[in-house]
DNA sequence: GAATTAAATGTAAAAGCTTACATTTTGTTG
DNA sequence: CAACAAAATGTAAGCTTTTACATTTAATTC
């Protein structure tokens, strides 16, 4: 005969102790656990009394294998350096938790390979489904996860065509009202600092509004002056001096977030640059940061926390009932603050 | 006969559809999977083949339950609304990722109940390993970390003589040091904006060194206008305006953070005062806020970093390797900016 | 080329849970 | 109280891997 001479490091009870403590069958544990109203209630109480006295906690892989999920739901975002992306990621685990889940965390950088990469090793860990960021990623990653039927909600970005379900807002329409206003403020000379937009489709959505603004305007989209930069502050100040070094320095300067905007800001500051005076500036996403720095900053007030909720919630729905979302933008509304003024 | 009846939804490749395609055991197949230099070559060729050809992965509860792990770690944290906590755990990600973990991440809201509920949660889900933020907790949910054998480490502070081992700076170390300062600077009639005192240890380390700088340099430490407060701007501000209003206001403020210490000085703004002319204050973690503040503040720079890098490599070392980490405590040092200044 | 050793592969138990179906117990009704 | 239904419990298969040990195949030595 075969034996198995690994050696438990210390014994933990299995549902087989608890069932030979109580004098029951195993089955009728497993039903005390998940099914309670099934088992009489002197049973129960019996069962439920081995269960605290020694202790016993199911083991995962084995629930696993038997039930053929995790309660594990995976979220892939960019980093959580990115404040915004922390807080909503806070909420979206505060409501999967509510809901019985727990959170398996990765980051991709920005980069769709490592999102991708991330994605099969959060698959292959067993999630019962998946939270990404943004709409911008290889087709092969969406075959991959249409192969493996892994529920997948996209959020921070709201798109009711694309191949996955979003809940988020439309980083679009948001920046296009914001450069509406800003074309009624009399500005013609538009420079804008942007984060990387390969592979963001977020960064590329705030650039186009821009763009079409002018476009639609009379302007000449060739003419706005834009970079592309890191999101790190001392990255938007840097970028900021090369704009408004340049020989026709822009009157308004779009930051494609508030960090950026708020780099942007200080580096006016040490060039003796009065803002709004001499250059608006604006930002996106309007973290604390928004408020506090002088002046306060312009900018589009992301609802970080309402949509990792909803996403949680929406997401939970879809493993559990197969169902898809309603698809409904959220808002992402212009806060009007003091480092814009007319030109 | 017992016949399973359930539907599976959609096939998934187990180990032995690619032992039939390939034509050997599933013996053989997981031994290419998991140590392919025991199997000759053109086997291998053929089974790695006959893996990619199925989309083959492995059943993570199946993997779980034979080899007894999961090569998972869980982190338990305040809360990720903390930018220095969302920060330390990226890199505390960053560096799992890289030795082939994943991080299962839960918080507590600042409550040792919750911190409890949610060990209780993560062990449930099999993570192999633990972080946890400061040594505040109850003895039973130390027992219970004792008993289920979970290689557990505490970041964020720094206390050999604790229960369990810590990666992280010492708070009353670094606190004391710019109270030291601030003593040399003059002021006596101090006051400090706490973060909530119960069951936070780092938050009372800092209150502890304030208290003892002032007994050691034959102030009473009961003159101390101490007032607790939850991690919000706008509490720090309210906090800082109840401190100022007082008959006898203090010249100087610690600030248990950043936040806080932000809020104080906007409120400080909007009273009219001069920071640091009229009052001098400090903060604690050194976040981006605490460069663009005017005047800069002056805090503590906790190496968020550092810790979560230094955390993942000795937690994943505990597990791998059973041995407790050598202790060290990283430095926090203070950065003196122009928010203090002489009375 | 027989004997011996080493390498490669196979066999099947074991991990701990859920659940379909079978069986027993309890409760209800005429 | 027999007959039946409903409720409670039990039995054991099945989920997918890993791995100790057994067996087969290949390589080496005399």
Redesign the interface.
């Known amino acids: 005969m075969v034996k198995n001479t690994r050696k438990k ?2 014994h ?1 009870s299995t549902l087989q102790d608890v069932a030979r403590d109580a004098k029951v069958s195993t089955a009728t544990v497993s039903r005390c656990l998940n099914s309670p109203n099934q088992v009489a209630e002197a049973t129960r109480t019996r069962v439920m009394e081995a269960v605290s006295k020694l ?1 016993y ?10 039930e ?1 999920r ?3 739901i995976g979220a892939i975002i960019p ?3 990115n ?1 915004v992306f ?2 909503g ?2 909420a979206f ?2 409501t999967l ?1 509510k809901r019985g889940y ?6 991709s950088s920005y980069s769709s390979d490592l999102e991708q990469e ?1 994605m ?7 999630v019962d489904g998946l939270l990404l960021i943004g709409h911008d990623r290889h087709a092969s990653a969406l075959q991959y996860l249409e ?3 892994i529920p997948t909600l996209v959020t921070w970005a709201y798109e009711p065509a694309a191949a996955l379900p979003s809940i988020g807002f439309d980083n679009y329409a948001a920046m296009q009202s914001l450069a509406d206003r800003v074309f009624q403020l009399g500005h013609k000379n538009i420079g804008m600092i942007s984060a990387q937009i390969k592979s963001n489709d977020r960064a590329r959505a705030r650039v186009l509004a821009v763009q079409d603004m002018m476009t639609n305007n009379g302007l000449d989209k060739a003419h706005l002056k834009l970079i592309e930069t890191e999101y790190d ?1 001392e990255k938007g100040a840097i970028a900021f001096e090369t704009l408004i070094k340049n020989s026709d320095p822009p009157t308004m300067i779009f930051c494609g977030n508030d ?1 950026l905007a ?1 780099g942007a800001i ?1 580096s006016a500051h040490k060039l003796g640059l009065n803002v709004p005076k001499d250059v608006s500036i604006t930002g996106f996403d309007d973290i ?2 928004a ?4 002046p306060e900053l312009t900018t589009v007030h992301v609802p970080h926390q309402e949509m990792g909720n909803k996403a949680a919630v929406a997401l939970v729905d879809m493993v559990e009932n197969k169902s898809s979302p309603l698809l409904k933008p959220l808002e992402a509304i212009v806060k009007f603050r003091n480092s814009l003024a007319a030109v």
Not at 102 to 107: F, G, K, N
Not at 120 to 126: A, K, P, Q, V, W
Not at 291 to 294: A, G, P, Q, S, Y
């Open positions: 490091q210390l933990v202790e906690t199911p083991n995962f892989g084995a629930k696993a294998m038997a053929n995790t309660f594990t980093t959580m350096e404040a922390a807080r990621l806070q685990q505060d938790h727990t959170l398996l965390v990765a980051s991330q099969r090793t959060l698959i292959s860990r067993g192969k493996r039927n502050i960090v708020v200080r604390e940061l408020k506090i720095v002088i």
